[in-house]
């Protein structure tokens, strides 16, 4: 026991004596390309204080396996997202499936690229305030199932913030945003991902000036059943340029993202009180805008907390162009009543019969949309189907005319975010 005892401690003063000296005065360690520079950044990360912060120097880091950290109020920092590149493609199996996973409160990742990671490219998990800002994930050549499902993924997190970074390759999501709270996403880039912006069963997120191209669906908000965290709510997606997300859907077989259809431009599904204003959404081959219930989806679920249905939904002062005039998977098939083709709003129709009132959906729970220029509209009457009966689709949106009773609030980060 003694003797493992010294082994421990010679081992520990080993991995401090390699680590570089941080600047006494500001707390900075700086780390620079080199064949010891994995092992100095995961060191560095290991032993690191309260206020540190890790900065990498301009050039190419290569890396055979995953950087961790569970220290608080840390920040990894490069030079430049396009300077300081995280290459992760001699990351071994079985070393762990993130590129960077870090579980402490006060994170911020920041001026850096991270590339061709086996799973999710920057993983943060159950932390208070975390920043990702002018980040840059990708994976080489082209888009592909085999990439990792994630590019910037914080997970059951509050006060999140990710701003002026770019996205492009992931097969599930290129920011993905899930069971957290209190959620800012701004000015990000998102590009040939399966999933181009997904807020996922969290509560509190203001969406605004991103841009999605080249997804398969551009920006999704989703509640999911069988989820610790239960029925998301209070989003804002405003001021984002939503357009030709018509690529080819690359996700994993049997993931429910895989039967995203192509062409999606923001879809909101099963999701609570939420706002949709001042977007430009067009050329998204299968819909612009879809409302959808989660029953669309046909997968049997065992979550009796689960609520399924979009209710509570604003869409107001929107620009659309295009779009809708080559619908995909099964939208083909609904669409072929209205020629072949949709409006720029589809709403599926379900209604949950339990919150009717003398059959009438109360106000909070209602579809509202005006002050959309000439966009048309149609509600497809799918939730007739849960009484036996078949769908008459209607195309009045004057019958939802008005403005959420309660919209969401403004959402402001606590702290220095």
Not at 76 to 81: I, Y
Not at 167 to 190: C, E, L, M, P, T
Not at 374 to 382: M, S
Request: net charge negative; charged share 20%.
């Amino acid at each position: 026991m003694k003797i493992l005892s010294l082994l421990f401690v010679c081992l520990m003063v080993g991995l401090v004596a390699c680590q570089p000296a941080p600047d006494s005065d500001s707390g900075v360690v700086r780390i620079d390309p080199g064949p010891n520079a994995q092992e100095e950044i995961q060191t560095a990360l290991l032993v690191a204080e309260p206020g540190t912060v890790i900065e990498l120097g301009e050039g190419r880091f290569d890396f055979n396996g995953s950087l961790s950290l569970d220290v608080e109020n840390v920040t990894l920092r490069g030079v430049g997202r396009d300077k300081t590149i995280l290459d992760f493609s001699r990351q071994e199996a079985g070393t762990g499936g993130e590129g960077i996973l870090a579980t402490s409160d006060g994170f911020t990742i920041e001026s850096l690229s991270v590339e061709n990671t086996r799973g999710d490219a920057i993983k943060v998990e159950g932390a208070t305030g975390v920043v990702f800002r002018n980040v840059r994930v990708d994976w080489a050549g082209e888009p592909k199932t085999e990439n990792g499902a994630y590019g910037i993924y914080p997970v059951q997190c509050t006060d999140v913030l990710i701003e002026d970074s770019e996205v492009r390759g992931a097969s599930d999501a290129g920011i993905y945003v899930g069971q957290s709270r209190n959620i800012i996403v701004r000015r990000n880039k998102v590009w040939q991902n399966v999933a181009g912006i997904e807020i996922e069963n969290s509560f509190g997120a203001d969406v605004y000036d991103n841009e999605a191209t080249d997804n398969t669906g551009g920006i999704l908000v989703f509640s999911l059943p069988e989820l610790p965290v239960k029925n998301g709510r209070n989003s804002r997606i405003f001021r984002n340029r939503i357009h030709a997300n018509n690529h080819e859907n690359f996700g994993l077989a049997g993931a429910i993202i895989s039967s995203l259809p192509s062409g999606t431009g923001l879809q909101i599904m099963a999701n609570e009180n939420t706002e949709i204003f001042e977007n430009t959404i067009s050329d998204n081959q299968t819909y612009n805008i879809a409302i959808l219930s989660y029953l669309i989806t046909g997968r049997d679920y065992d979550d009796p907390e689960y609520d399924p249905y979009a209710e509570g939904i604003y869409v107001h002062d929107n620009v659309f162009e295009g779009g809708g005039d080559n619908p995909q998977g099964r939208g083909h098939d609904l669409a072929q009543q209205f020629g072949g083709t949709f409006p720029d709003i589809v709403y599926d129709g379900f209604v949950d019969p339990a919150k009717l009132v003398d059959g009438k959906v109360l106000a909070e729970f209602g579809i509202y949309i005006e002050n959309n220029g000439d966009a048309d509209f149609v509600n497809l009457d799918l939730g007739a189907m849960l009484d036996g009966g078949s769908p008459e689709p209607q195309q009045d949106v004057l019958v939802h005319a008005g403005q959420l009773p309660t919209p969401p609030e403004e959402i402001v980060l606590s702290g220095a975010l």
